[in-house]
């Protein structure tokens, strides 16, 4: 993935390497991209695996439109089993139907077969990605998508000399749909990463990776914008780049007041827009990420990924290269003091539309449990699960938009707990509370139009940790965050209803609460998950679905005659 001077692309684009890159037509507002999930060969860390991949690339092809555009993506599924791809941040209105998550919009297009997705452009503005949406493939099997400023419009800053996407992900030297399947098998916890990696590779700082650590050439004193996207599987993430600072001027394809820093929290799921200006002396600098993880007791990948942000010109190479000073893995006051300083652009052109009131509240808790293990399968005597409201998410084999759709019964339950069912001291002392937890497949009706507010909870069960929540089918303003257990009386007080900045994954603290806004204005099937993906995996997942409104433009639109089969 070069740099890419802006303004490049004008027209018609071809953008193609052999049978590895992805091939883009762009007409007007129209793009249209083929993806081939195939088998491909990599090696990392001295060992070679065969790895699922889109056209042969590890990150993915990058898709390029601008605001408001439409993108098809036609998908060819090459592989030895059913995938579906999901596009991450991309609100889809009216049309869940390529939304993409497997078994809730759609069920997997199986081997030897194929899918268009039509992808739908409104209001996002920046970087989002897409990755695939079941089991763990999306280890591998994940891209950005870049959409640039409407035609006759620009940044809200100055434009800088050219931009590069930065990818931050995992590797697994096993097979990543056997790292869970094994885990689901046992009861127990996946594996761990063996690396992470910046643009597909780990970094010098690992065995046999010297020779294809990534490299952003930049040139004395231009601005670069680079687009950062957490790609991690199970980590949160500290990332910065040695002796420079970063100005994040966007999150999540919307933009944020301007923040200067020497370093981000960036959690899985998330993306953000940063200016960089090289402005140091002609040299070798690291970029640096690595996870941030204050969970007493959690394991997690503790290895640092590494690119070189290294100037053009004539230099000897240093002896040397420095790395950045990030916080330590648990330093929660670090990770708190950056996301504490997020705010919506809240400009002329970039208005915040907050619900200043709400007519449906949500209250939703977040939890690790256990349940008996009695599978033969079975590595001990409990199996561990996660839920939202003491419900762990159980798929059916028929996906929840057409059951709903098609008014099939038995596949989903719509009546959700708006509350915890059991209220007690969440994020204290929970050693006498049981962790076991109901399963099922139960969903929450919201009307057309309703100004909603969701506020997570965390809980001290089995693990005080982090949890990155997605929503699909909406960005949504976050109000409020704070420690402890949320107090519906005093909190809503604090709220920020002048500039909260407008995202799709919210980083719920540790032992914490976050407060979500938004209205239901888009009809359909609509996921919400911890991006963690092993909690996602273990039922930390739940459903919205919103109604149809009283006209067509407020109503989903009809199902594609091509939609993959759930037989």
């Known amino acids: 993935m070069g740099i890419s001077r802006l303004g490049f ?23 249209r991209y083929n993806f081939v999930l195939q088998n491909a060969q990599f090696t990392r860390l001295c060992e070679t695996k065969t790895m699922l991949t889109v056209n042969g690339s590890f990150p993915g092809p990058t898709i390029h439109a601008r605001r408001g555009d439409t993108i098809y993506v036609n998908v060819h599924n090459e592989g030895d ?35 268009t997705y039509e992808i739908i452009l409104s209001d996002e503005e920046g970087t989002l990605w897409w990755h695939a949406h079941s089991d763990w493939t999306r280890a591998t099997v994940h891209g950005a998508i870049v959409i640039s400023p409407a035609r006759g419009t620009t940044y809200p800053f100055p434009a800088p000399y050219a931009e590069q996407t930065i990818i931050i992900g995992s590797w697994f030297k096993g097979d990543v749909k056997a790292v869970i399947d094994d885990a689901l098998a046992t009861g127990g916890g996946p594996a761990i990463s063996n690396s992470l990696t910046i643009n597909g590779q780990p970094g010098d700082k690992y065995p046999c990776s010297e020779e294809n650590t990534y490299r952003l050439m930049v040139n004395s004193g231009r601005t670069y914008l680079l687009r950062v996207i957490n790609a991690v599987m199970n980590e949160e993430q500290f990332f910065g780049i040695a002796g420079h600072s970063l100005t994040v001027v966007g999150q999540d394809a919307a933009y944020i007041k301007p923040i200067t820093t020497n370093y981000i929290m960036i959690t899985p799921g998330q993306t953000m827009d940063i200016l960089v200006t090289a402005n140091r002396p002609r040299s070798y600098y690291y970029i640096a990420s690595h996870s941030f993880a204050d969970g007493a007791g959690i394991a997690f990948d503790k290895t640092t990924t590494t690119a070189i942000f290294q100037y053009n010109g004539n230099y000897g190479r240093p002896s040397s290269i420095p790395l950045p000073v990030l916080p330590i893995f648990n330093d929660t006051a670090a990770a708190e003091n950056y996301t504490s300083r997020v705010r919506g652009l809240a400009s002329r052109d970039h208005p915040v539309n907050v619900p200043q009131t709400v007519n449906r509240r949500l209250y939703i808790t977040i939890a690790l449990n256990r349940l008996p293990c009695t599978e033969a399968t079975c590595t001990g005597p409990n199996r561990l699960f996660a839920s ?39 994020t204290g002392n929970v050693t006498s509370i049981n962790v076991a937890t109901a399963r099922g497949t139960k969903v929450t009706m919201l009307n057309y139009g309703e100004a909603v507010e969701i506020v997570f909870q965390g809980t001290n069960l089995l693990a005080e940790m982090n949890h990155p929540i997605h929503l699909h089918g909406f960005s949504f303003y976050l109000v409020g965050h704070g420690k402890g257990n949320f107090n519906n009386e005093t909190d809503p007080k604090s709220y920020n209803l002048i500039d909260p900045p407008e995202i799709n994954t919210v980083a719920l603290p540790r032992s914490g609460w976050a407060a979500i806004r938004f209205v239901a204005n888009n009809p359909g099937v609509w996921f919400i998950h911890c991006h963690l993906e092993k909690h996602s995996s273990w039922g930390m997942d739940t459903v919205l679905i919103v109604r149809n409104g009283r006209t067509r433009a407020q109503s989903m639109r009809p199902p594609p005659a091509t939609l993959p089969s759930c037989s």
Request: aromatic fraction near 16%.
């Open 388 to 426: 939202m409201n003491n419900v762990s998410f159980a798929a059916k084999p028929i996906d929840i938009l057409q059951a709903y759709y098609r008014s099939i019964n038995g596949v989903f339950e719509a009546d959700f707990p708006s509350e915890p069912q059991k209220y007690f001291n969440f």
């Open 81 to 115: 089993y059913g995938v579906t791809i999901h596009w991450h941040g991309v609100k889809q209105p009216r049309n869940p139907w390529s939304d993409g998550p497997e078994n809730i919009t759609q069920c997997p297009i199986q081997p030897g077969k194929n899918f």
């Open 9 to 31: 692309i004008a027209g018609l684009i071809w953008f193609m390497a052999m049978d590895w890159q992805g091939l883009c037509m762009a007409q007007s507002n129209v793009h």
